[in-house]
């Protein structure tokens, strides 16, 4: 991309608050908006080829929405956990392993999308965000949901496509969980802790494409009690 291309961008997103450059073969995060860190509000740079976010993201103090999906990131740095009114942060198709403790500290985050990465562990140190309502893992390489997810506020996690083979029984105790993704995974019937079905918020927990049939939950001691009236028909979409 050309200078003066870049340039219009840059006097548009002045006095928008918006700068969205996606597509465009990008392999550096655009240093020229250093000039913009206190009035952006949003910034998209999707389907670019960013290897790298530069320390200088901390800047952005005024952001609320980050995507940056499909690029080739392996890592964030520490300074995004500066972006404390940041509420929207979407991060799939990239290369990311981990997530920097710092994540945490982004108390005004409601949405994490992290679809389509090399996630082998689900991610710990999420319970301080407080206002998180949604959090995609879906499409990665996660064996096991940990206890910690007990302390996620989430009113959704999309676990969907994983290698998932073993739930812990505290995830019954996320306080706001409604609705649990764990399609296409390796979950035997076995795997699912009966307390989700019985003592847990979950009002729909979606299981298709495992190593058991659905309708065979209908076995589960408990099920005319708890599924049918707590989660309906809903176990089958």
């Not at 910034?43 to 976010?53: H, P």
């Not at 991060?91 to 920097?100: A, R």
């Not at 989430?154 to 764990?182: C, D, G, Y």
């Amino acid at each position: 991309m050309g200078n003066s291309a870049l340039k219009a961008h840059l006097e548009t997103s002045q006095k928008t608050g918006v700068f969205q450059l996606t597509g465009k073969g990008l392999t550096e995060f655009p240093e020229e908006l250093q000039k913009l860190t206190g009035n952006l509000r949003t910034v998209d740079l999707s389907n670019n080829k960013i290897e790298v976010l530069p320390a200088f993201i901390g800047g952005f103090q005024q952001i609320k929405s980050f995507t940056i999906s499909s690029n080739k990131l392996t890592s964030l740095p520490n300074d995004i956990g500066k972006l404390k009114k940041l509420e929207t942060l979407i991060l799939n198709g990239n290369q990311l392993k981990q997530l920097p403790s710092s994540v945490g500290q982004l108390k005004s985050l409601r949405t994490l999308t992290l679809s389509g990465n090399h996630f082998k562990e689900f991610p710990i140190g999420l319970g301080t965000l407080r206002q998180l309502d949604v959090l995609d893992l879906s499409k990665n390489k996660i064996q096991v949901v940990p206890a910690e997810v007990a302390e996620l506020q989430a009113i959704e996690i999309n676990l969907n496509q994983n290698q998932i083979s073993t739930v812990s029984p505290e995830v019954s105790r996320a306080p706001r969980l409604k609705v649990l993704r764990l399609e296409e995974n390796c979950l035997e019937l076995s795997s699912i802790p009966f307390s989700i079905l019985s003592d847990s918020q979950v009002s729909l927990l979606s299981v298709e494409g495992n190593l058991f049939e659905v309708k065979k939950m209908c076995d589960l001691e408990g099920y005319d009690k708890v599924i049918l009236c707590q989660f309906s028909l809903l176990l089958y979409l």
